[in-house]
């Protein structure tokens, strides 16, 4: 059984923590939750008590003799302040010990996740983004908040993200991976692109956005900062990842390639469609006129190719590394090969199609074609494993 801290600070978001605990407590943990004394205001601690099974004290003067302050954090495998205020990032950034919550932090030598949740003025402040930078230079994974409703009519960066998706990220930071993407921005497709026909049909294919998805969820359990670029993905978004989103090979092109310019690394899982109709129409295409007008389709830009010949000819400040995918029916290998060199990329994950594999599966099995190196074969497996196998190559690259 391993033994978790659920820190909890006072924001509105606190009642979506008793939602954590429960995640954690079914999943077998031990949890002893630390909530600060204004937390308390918002949900009380019998809450608390109930839901852990453990008993919950703010203050350091609580039962003395057993030296909570020091002895809670020296026993914790994972630390987890969730939601986290601008107030308590500050005091942890600052090292100061006058509540429970950051004696804890002080004492504890287990990984720490942050999950911030504020208005977006207190998160966007120099104070809060300096604080942040701190802990994350220490070694804390912050995950960054989601975008969308505050507590009141206001919306933008401060939301705390979907408890099931905080709990997907200790769960990770758990099986002991280190941090080794901390301090790294990676960029993310997902997804698969519409091409529109008339104001209510596309031509689409069957990407799911699951693997795309397990990339930035595994990309941020290991610290990376996670752009993703999410093309008609219909999955909660995760944790701590800034979420584009894009309808269309074009769109998609534009988001990926400005992130770009500032990443450390670009992983495209996204299903991007080859060609677009030359022409939208503006109404509903009836089926009243006597024979439909066929569709002529022209090409989109291929955003990895462009990616690679960015880098090649140093148009424009570009990624170290750039991760290609490729689903294949036939020839798997060669077919592979030569998509890796014509895209100028650094690794290839080929897919093979088919099996109940690759598309809308929670199941992955792939073999990665490296620039200069062996093909490295990934058992069929959850996709957050092979997502595992992809960031210690890309880990291994920017070392
Ligand atoms: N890709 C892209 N832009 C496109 C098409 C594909 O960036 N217009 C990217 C995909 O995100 C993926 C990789 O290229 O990472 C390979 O995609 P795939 O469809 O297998 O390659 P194609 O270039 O379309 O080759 P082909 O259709 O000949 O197999």
Redesign the pocket.
């Given at each position: 059984m391993r033994s978790v801290v659920l820190g909890v600070s006072a924001g509105i978001a606190v009642y979506k923590a008793c939602e954590l605990l429960r995640l954690f407590t079914e999943s077998g943990h031990d949890v002893r939750v630390v909530p600060t004394r204004d937390a308390l205001r918002f949900v009380g601690e019998p809450t608390w008590a109930a839901l852990s099974g453990n008993p919950v004290t703010t203050e350091v003067w609580d039962s003395v003799h057993e030296v909570p302050h020091v002895r809670i954090g020296q026993h914790a495998d994972l630390v987890v302040v969730a939601p986290a205020t601008a107030d308590v990032l500050a005091r942890a950034a600052h090292g100061l010990a006058n509540d429970l919550l950051t004696n804890t932090l002080l004492t504890a030598r287990c990984p720490v996740v942050f999950a911030p949740a504020m208005h977006t003025e207190m998160w966007e402040h120099p104070a809060t983004r300096a604080n942040v930078a701190t802990l994350r230079e220490r070694g804390s994974i912050v995950v960054d908040p989601a975008v969308g409703r505050l507590t009141g009519a206001d919306s933008g960066p401060g939301r705390l993200p979907d408890p099931a998706e905080i709990f997907e990220v200790c769960r990770r930071v758990l099986t002991g991976r280190a941090p080794d993407l901390a301090g790294r921005h990676v960029v993310i497709?997902a997804g698969g692109t519409r091409e529109a026909i008339d104001p209510v049909r596309f031509i689409g294919n069957r990407s799911s956005g699951l693997q795309g998805y397990a990339l930035a969820r595994t990309a941020v359990a290991r610290g990376a900062e996670v752009t993703l670029v999410s093309a008609n993905v219909a999955l909660p978004d995760p944790a701590g990842a800034k979420v584009v989103r894009v309808e269309t090979?074009v769109d998609l092109r534009e988001a990926v390639v400005s992130a770009a310019a500032h990443a450390d690394a670009v992983v495209?899982?996204?299903?991007?469609?080859?060609f677009r109709p030359s022409r939208q129409s503006g109404t509903k295409i009836k089926k009243s006129s006597a024979e439909p007008d066929p569709i002529h389709l022209v090409k989109?830009?291929?955003?990895?190719?462009e990616l690679g010949e960015i880098r090649r000819e140093g148009i424009a400040p570009s990624p170290r590394v750039i991760v290609?995918?490729?689903?294949e029916t036939d020839d798997v290998l060669a077919?592979g090969r030569a998509?890796l060199e014509r895209?100028g990329c650094d690794l290839l994950v080929v897919n093979q199609v088919g099996e109940n594999l690759a598309f809308g599966t929670p199941d992955n099995a792939a073999v990665v074609l490296v620039a200069g190196g062996d093909p490295v074969e990934i058992p069929r497996g959850p996709k957050e494993d092979l997502a595992d196998v992809v960031w210690d190559l890309v880990a291994s690259r920017l070392a």
């Open positions: 497709s090979a495209m899982a996204a299903a991007v469609a080859d989109n830009p291929d955003v990895l190719a290609g995918f490729a689903a077919n998509k895209k």
